[in-house]
């Protein structure tokens, strides 16, 4: 069922070629791709082992049998150990990649005694390496069991073919693409032998999560949607304005007292843009395809995005970008699946609003103060919920859209006070049990003094009609018998306290 990550001799390594032929609708269409000029992007699983293990090496873990030396950000204390492992989800090859940290990283053996689980999902065009600065802080809270996984087709998961349905219409394509990662997730749950987790998911990862607790709630202890995705209703004219060359958000504010003003024309060349954008994006084209496509200065794009997290040092950039490029040049699956998911504009075509409004287990939001995800769309559906379940929303300062990597102090305080939340919930439901419990032996007892001294007693067939529940009372009934001589005879014993009447 596992496939554990370890470094292989160089015989036995197995490579990935990337796949430089594009999209086969690109291919329909002509379009040729500096790809095909040059034999660039073999990957061989060492050294995406080693990219991964030197990311995570940053943020003070260690993967067990990597070589990699870590260096806490904290470095005071010494690392955390995790396990990276391959869970296989069916008969087909299919697997889950997955980072497990257990017993606070001081070892990887799984306890025996019940645990609360983390269980981390990334958003699109990253995996679990983009968590590195958050693991620390995570596994130090004691009784939690820290797990996080690439969503299938994507990061290192295995990158399963994926057939949309676009030809079927809006909905069957929404459907689909839910089911496959969803039912994914679900399968590798049981893989794990996870009874219930705590679901902490960014952007696309809160998307999914999200759809995944409203189908499987009985497993979900506590939802936290980190800039969840796909939240709002999407304007009335979206595509007219973007067809207009007119960003969704462009709309000149008009300044007190004066009416709107209408908005400038956009140049025909904007116009163009938007327009070829909107038609790619339709036809799933993703910008993992773009980075592949373009051959030997694939990595150049992938230094000019990480390169925007400017709080980061030269060298954890350094180790992002290693890590996001060799994923990015893994064969195209599932990353075609946003544009089943969302419209042009990043407005989902099932908006989540409304759903979620049904939520039934416990959910917090968390948004960058500068995240370019409107924090308007977690507040709609806390106020839609109404207070039916437990709900929170924080705002991270000094961060963007990847608030776990702007400002990871502040974003692991926020998740650390969750996770003992759901602690004392927990705590709180026991004493709440064990209270009902005992409420429940003093009632029976007490019905068996009442039938002691005076004869009389329940009639379970004039409470139900059920035979069993007859049965179950009368059952319930003889627990006070029990409680009632057992408290006679240990008071019949102490003469120091009771005595009898004469």
Not at 97 to 122: C, D, F, W, Y
Not at 227 to 250: F, H, K, Q, T, W
Request: hydrophobic letters at 35%.
């Amino acid at each position: 069922m596992f496939k554990k990550d370890s470094t292989p001799s160089l015989a036995d390594t197995k490579q990935f070629q990337a796949p430089w032929l594009l999209h086969t609708a690109a291919s329909r269409s002509g379009i040729l791709s500096l790809s095909k000029l040059w034999p660039w992007g073999v990957i061989d699983t060492r050294t995406q082992n080693t990219q991964e293990h030197e990311l995570l090496a940053q943020g003070g873990i260690t993967v067990v049998g990597s070589p990699t030396t870590p260096n806490t950000e904290t470095s005071a204390h010494s690392p955390v150990l995790a396990e990276i492992m391959d869970v296989d989800i069916d008969s087909h090859g299919n697997y889950i990649h997955t980072l497990v940290i257990r017993n606070g990283g001081k070892s990887i053996e799984a306890e025996a005694q019940p645990r609360h689980n983390l269980v981390m999902t990334h958003g699109y065009f990253t995996g679990v390496g983009f968590f590195y600065r958050n693991y620390y802080d995570l596994s130090q809270v004691e009784g939690w069991d820290i797990y996080s996984i690439d969503w299938l087709g994507m990061g290192r998961s295995s990158r399963p073919t994926y057939k949309g349905c676009r030809a079927e219409g809006e909905d069957k394509r929404v459907s689909h693409a839910e089911e496959f990662f969803v039912e994914s997730l679900e399968e590798w749950r049981k893989r794990m032998g996870i009874e219930k987790m705590t679901l902490c998911g960014h952007s696309f990862g809160g998307y999914m999560n999200s759809v995944y607790a409203l189908k499987y709630p009985q497993h979900v202890e506590k939802l936290v949607l980190v800039s969840p995705i796909g939240l709002p209703e999407a304007p009335p004219d979206l595509e007219e304005r973007m067809r207009n060359g007119y960003s969704p958000s462009n709309s000149d504010k008009p300044k007190d007292g004066e009416p709107p003003a209408a908005p400038s024309k956009p140049s025909m060349q904007r116009v163009m843009l938007f327009r070829t954008a909107m038609s790619l994006w339709d036809r799933n084209y993703t910008p993992q395809w773009l980075v592949r496509s373009t051959g030997p200065f694939s990595r150049r794009l992938i230094d000019w995005y990480i390169g925007r997290f400017s709080l980061l040092t030269e060298e954890q950039r350094r180790g992002m970008a290693a890590y996001s490029h060799q994923i990015a040049m893994l064969p195209e699956s599932s990353a075609s699946a946003l544009g089943d998911i969302l419209r042009p504009g990043a407005f989902a075509r099932r908006p989540l609003v409304g759903r979620l409004s049904a939520i039934t287990v416990p959910t917090t939001f968390m948004y960058g103060s500068h995240d370019w995800v409107e924090h308007t769309g977690g507040l709609e559906v806390i106020r839609r919920i109404g207070g039916r379940v437990a709900t929170h929303l924080y705002r991270v300062p000094n961060a963007g859209h990847n608030m776990h990597i702007d400002n990871p102090t502040v974003f692991n305080r926020f998740l650390v006070s969750e996770m003992k939340g759901v602690q004392v919930l927990g705590e709180m439901v026991v004493g709440k049990l064990i209270h009902i419990g005992v409420d429940l032996v003093l009632l029976s007892t007490a019905l068996a003094g009442i039938r002691r001294s005076t004869g009389l007693k329940l009639k379970p067939d004039s409470l139900v009609e059920s035979k069993d529940m007859q049965s179950y009372i009368e059952r319930y009934l003889s627990l006070g018998e029990m409680a009632m001589d057992l408290a006679a005879s240990r008071m019949g014993s102490s003469s120091t306290y009771f005595t009898r009447d004469h």
